[in-house]
């Protein structure tokens, strides 16, 4: 199989600009031409296997950070919106939105947002009375999608706060029980934490802090490290707030939670203990909670933002859904997107998960662009703490490319060579290319139908 291109214009533009370099100094490094170097950079022609080398020796580059990553994205969602039935009819080709995705990020991620302030407006236009309930500035971005969008184009990955947490928890090099050392950095600060049956999980009332007895021991580690996150490294979490320049006040609180959870996670399982643990039991997640005192969730997550560039985990998805099938959580270090409206494709393992709880279920699937990946999901149910109170049910789903599935213990007896092993998925199915779902629900955006009224398929219609 021949390998792919590589093309990395912009990354190219930017290690330059980063170190200061004209393009005669860095075509002078690399060992090519003016002209070669102005071709790579403007996507005109692959970065060839010299060139990565020489970013390798010559600067310390770390070549994985070379791969499409932000632009994968950018390609999954400017599909998903060109799919829209506002363009025109004529599918909009795949290399031209590459292009745009690869050589100008900053007008694709302008079109997304122009995009998405455009669906909203519809959609409450289309809803007169859900309309009147809102404010009449419709086209700015919802504080929680702005978010969101943060987290997704940073690679899950916030390297100074990772960082910190690492140093939080292994000062002296060894890791420390993330619940005394919380306790101990909250103390020596002069707030008091204190253990008892509360509603909530976690409240702070002026110096004590109150965690709630009934919630389990990984959870009271990551509501006490929050904690940690918000009193001793505030100053860091506002740095980076500053530099993300939320467009509103309630985006902005609603990120700082999401980094003090971040930190939270970093702390009870610190970046390079972590990633080691993970490799040397092949990514078993009930291992893994194990040692690190941390719920399946807190540890698949922890998994997907292992892109510590020059020390990278395998490059996972995950993403957690509630029985509704609603996306509460996504991220993908893959070439697998999440579609940013709608749920998630019925045919994923993890919808299965709510009918066999307490099991991992282990799936091989193919989407529609010929990638092949190992997927693992399993239920999961978080309890109030006593009879009357609510219990949320979710199911979570980790996976990876088949390539990296040797590294899994759940690979562990697949048929990693069978294409019929294989269960063809889909993103969503608004901008999903298979014709003959049987659990399709809606018809393609960027498809004409054809209807039939004396033949009845799989579809009451046929996609062209």
Not at 59 to 75: H, I, K, N, P
């Amino acid at each position: 199989m021949a390998t792919p291109k590589l093309y990395a214009g912009i990354k190219l533009r930017e290690t330059r600009t980063r170190l200061g370099l004209t393009q005669k100094l860095f075509a002078d490094r690399l060992g090519v031409s003016l002209p070669y170097l102005n071709q790579m950079e403007n996507n005109h022609r692959p970065v060839s296997a010299q060139v990565v080398l020489a970013l390798a020796t010559e600067f310390g580059l770390d070549v994985t950070e070379l791969s499409a990553g932000d632009a994968e994205r950018l390609v999954s969602d400017m599909r998903e919106a060109l799919a829209d039935p506002i363009f025109s009819d004529a599918a909009t080709p795949l290399a031209d939105i590459r292009l745009a995705a690869s050589n100008a990020p900053a007008l694709a991620r302008s079109f997304l947002e122009l995009h998405s302030a455009y669906r909203r407006t519809h959609e409450r236009l289309a809803s007169l009375n859900a309309a009147l309930g809102h404010d009449a500035n419709t086209t700015v971005q919802s504080p929680w999608e702005e978010v969101r969008d943060f987290f997704h184009y940073c690679d899950n990955y916030i390297d100074a706060v990772d960082r910190a947490a690492e140093h939080f928890a292994c000062p002296d090099g060894p890791r420390v029980d993330a619940i005394p050392r919380a306790i101990s950095a909250l103390e020596a600060r002069g707030i008091t934490v204190q253990f008892a049956d509360i509603t909530s999980v976690r409240e702070k009332d002026g110096r004590v802090i109150t965690i709630a007895t009934h919630a389990k021991k990984s959870t009271q580690a990551f509501q006490l490290m929050h904690q940690v996150a918000l009193i001793t490294q505030n100053e860091l979490l506002e740095a980076t707030l500053d530099l993300a320049r939320f467009q509103s006040s309630t985006a902005r609180a609603i990120a700082k939670i999401g980094l003090a959870n971040y930190f939270a996670g970093a702390a009870v399982m610190p970046y390079k203990q972590f990633l080691d643990a993970a490799q040397d039991n092949r990514h078993d997640l009930e291992i893994l909670a194990e040692l690190f005192g941390a719920s399946i969730e807190q540890v698949a997550h922890r998994l997907s933002t292992l892109q510590r560039p020059g020390a990278k985990g395998l490059p996972f998805f995950f993403m957690r859904i509630d029985q509704a099938g609603t996306i509460t959580k996504r991220h993908s270090a893959t070439r697998l997107q999440f579609a940013r409206f709608g749920g998630s494709c019925p045919l994923w393992i993890a919808h299965q998960a709510f009918e066999t709880p307490t099991r991992f279920l282990r799936q091989l699937a193919e989407t529609p662009d010929g990638a092949r990946y190992l997927c693992v999901a399993k239920d999961v149910s978080k309890q109030g703490g006593s009879f009357h109170a609510p219990v949320r049910r979710y199911a979570l789903c980790l996976g990876c490319e088949v390539s990296h599935a040797k590294d899994l213990v759940y690979a562990d007896d697949m048929e990693l060579g069978n294409p019929r092993a294989y269960e063809p998925i889909g993103i969503s199915c608004r901008i999903c290319e298979r014709r003959n779902c049987h659990q399709r629900s809606v018809p393609p955006l960027e498809r004409k139908l054809t209807v039939d009224l004396d033949r009845r398929g799989l579809l009451p219609y046929d996609i062209a």
